[in-house]
């Protein structure tokens, strides 16, 4: 409905441009919006307000002449106001919301898709781990996250491919062979030193007891001996990340190797490019590129003296690989502790011909496990850390990925181990869900007692009096716009917000039948409880979809 409104108003304007009611100029940024008043209509806009300086005339005198316009010609309109000093408020027609609500019901699991992405490339890069140990509650948090905005970025029109970057090549890998390698020798000689910074996890010594088995570290020297435990390790943890990622419900398209991308000759490459460009000079034996000219605060080496290039010169090459391939936009999801390394990257882009906003990068806060009061600490060089697979196990895929999405991503998390075990209404996901099952549940009612959904809606859905259930048609109406603001935000958080107010007002309106009889959904009035019906089955539609966008499933039976 607030599409429709804001298109509405834009024909409007256009007409008044065609009458002289209003001088021709570009249509300003407005917004239509629902107001906290319900007193105030159904949705506002502050259209007047953006007007008064290109009309050079007060809010107000530009609010008559719209609502003068718009009276004549749009019949969607039961009453138009305008209020304070130069708002428009709108009350929309009871058959309109009619309309609405019986769209959903044909529409199912459609309602709310849409071609708003038009078929757009876009690249979205999350969780890229390295492959030095199991994932953690960070990752999980990414992942989450990352594939929830897939999901509805795909639902929206948008051809949308899930990448994962492996960090295979450097220092790390090469401590992850050493760690592996210094537990084999101390099952031999328990005295033998650990490297210094090495990882302690228990399944460092689990992937040394592995590969005793298969290979005969033995007959190598030392420096073979560790290569060799550095690839068995990376494989091995790579097949657990794939594991987990899969039981958490989230796919990849790509999968693209740092050190394939090394050894492919594109870094030569993109020196030459930079080089030709006009943005790269040499100083002390080291090449530098220019980002300052971009709006980093120091240009930056990508060769060094030594001949070998830097890890940010490996992720220049990398996201014009991603370029090259041809996506138009690219989202990637990091950790929070790279907010200074985006603008860095987003010059070195810039310096390469790309515009600035090519690169969306999404930060991630951290996330704090807390169980009884009390907050688990957790250090994964350390060891002492819980992994995602371990949460999943604990308080199952559904809520783990529900109370990851509750929150922006650019705020800490506190992950309550007791909340998500809790089978009741203090859970978030129980009690969304629940909706959803109770509604099932009304279904099966509906069904012993030979009542089901009306072939035409339409025919019955006037009897729907209770402002409760048109404030919930409203809500309903919602669902569509709710994903487009997804799409342009990037923040998925707000549909599980959605969703939680939505089961809350459906709670409420069920729970109205246990005080008064007549309220309740299935009575003997047969054209009033197929219109409740159709209600139920527009509630279960959004919470089936919006659910569905974020991973989590929705169950007929609790």
């Not at 302690?200 to 435990?229: F, H, K, N, Q, W």
């Not at 120091?298 to 996506?327: E, P």
């Not at 012993?448 to 809606?457: H, K, Y």
């Not at 008064?516 to 019906?533: F, K």
């Amino acid at each position: 409905m607030k599409a429709k409104l804001e298109h509405i108003l834009r024909q409007c304007l256009e007409s008044c441009f065609e009458t002289g009611g209003l001088v021709r100029t570009p249509i300003p940024d407005f917004v239509v919006e629902i107001p906290n008043n319900p007193e105030h209509g159904q949705f506002a806009t502050n259209l007047p307000m953006t007007l008064a300086s290109s009309q050079k005339r007060p809010p107000r005198e530009i609010a008559g002449v719209i609502v003068e316009a718009l009276r004549e010609k749009h019949p969607l309109l039961e009453k138009v106001e305008i209020a304070g000093p130069g708002f428009l408020n709108f009350t929309i027609r009871l058959e309109e919301w009619n309309r609405v609500l019986a769209e959903i019901i044909t529409l199912g699991p459609d309602y709310g898709r849409s071609d708003l992405g038009a078929g757009e490339r876009i690249l979205v890069e999350f969780v890229s781990a390295n492959p030095t140990g199991p994932l953690h509650l960070g990752h999980g948090r990414g992942a989450a996250l990352g594939d929830s905005l897939c999901r509805i970025l795909s639902f929206c029109g948008f051809e949308v491919a899930r990448e994962f970057y492996i960090n295979d090549a450097g220092l790390q890998i090469r401590l992850l062979g050493e760690s592996i390698y210094s537990r084999w020798r101390q099952r031999r000689d328990p005295a033998a030193p650990f490297p210094e910074g090495g990882y302690m996890g228990g399944y460092i010594e689990t992937l040394a007891s592995e590969i005793d088995e298969i290979d005969a570290l033995d007959a190598l020297d030392p420096d073979e001996a560790v290569e060799r435990c550095a690839e068995f390790g990376r494989q091995r943890m790579l097949e657990e990340i794939r594991s987990d990622l899969e039981a958490f419900r989230t796919t990849f398209d790509i999968w693209v190797s740092e050190k394939a991308l090394v050894a492919s000759g594109l870094l030569d490459e993109v020196l030459e490019r930079t080089r030709a460009r006009g943005d790269l000079y040499e100083q002390d034996g080291a090449w530098w590129i220019k980002t300052t000219l971009f709006g980093d605060d120091k240009d930056r080496v990508i060769r060094k003296n030594d001949g070998q290039f830097t890890y940010f010169a490996t992720d220049i090459a990398y996201h014009l690989d991603k370029w090259k391939r041809g996506f138009t936009r690219a989202v990637n999801i990091w950790g929070a502790d790279h907010h200074g390394y985006v603008q860095r990257v987003k010059a070195a882009l810039m310096a390469n011909g790309l515009e600035e906003d090519w690169l969306s990068v999404i930060l991630i806060q951290l996330v704090k496990l807390w169980e009884g009061g009390t907050e688990i600490r957790m250090s994964k060089r350390a060891g002492t850390y819980v992994t995602l697979r371990e949460l999943m196990d604990e308080v199952g895929v559904d809520a783990t990925r529900f109370l990851f999405l509750v929150k922006n991503h650019d705020s800490p998390l506190d992950f309550d181990l007791d909340l998500a075990r809790k089978q009741d209404s203090d859970n978030p996901v129980y009690y969304v869900q629940y909706a959803h099952a109770r509604i099932c549940s009304v279904f099966r009612k509906a069904a012993e007692e030979g009542m089901s959904l009306p072939e035409e809606p339409l025919e019955v859905l006037g009897r729907l009096e209770l402002e409760e259930e048109r404030a919930l048609v409203r809500f309903l109406a919602r669902f569509p716009s709710l994903l487009a603001d997804v799409c342009g935000s990037h923040e998925p958080h707000r549909v599980p917000y959605y969703l939680t107010e939505l089961a809350s007002a459906f709670h409420k309106y069920f729970n109205l039948g246990t005080r008064i009889p007549e309220h309740r959904i299935v009575t003997r009035d047969a054209p009033r409880t197929q219109a409740r019906l159709c209600l139920a089955a527009g509630i279960r539609t959004v919470l089936q979809n919006g659910l569905l966008l974020l991973g989590v499933h929705a169950p007929e039976r609790m």
